[in-house]
């Protein structure tokens, strides 16, 4: 991981008990989790998410198979008067859609 400022590798850092990926020149990864955001050109978004398993399972339809448990986490985009997004994973086919609130 490289920081998107300066190009070097981001370290772990700790500010109090939060723990992030940080740079030299101060730049800070979005707090916690290891997820990583791709906008591709459909506006279809992946999430990548290694600890999927820990995450809640919640009651959710899944657009693809109709399957009815999904994992289920939330991220605060960008500036923080934006509304947190809420995304889920299909439990059965891992199809991953998002929610906005
Ligand atoms: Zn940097
Ligand atoms: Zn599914």
New binding site residues.
Partial sequence: MF?P??K?ILRPMKDGNKKFMG???G?KENSGGSFKEEIKKENKIEVVREDVETLPLVDAQCPECRHEKAYFWSIQTRASDEPETRFFRCEKCRHTWKEYT
Avoid: L, N, R
Wanted: glycine share 0%.
């Fill in positions: 920081c400022k300066c070097s740079c030299s020149c730049y």
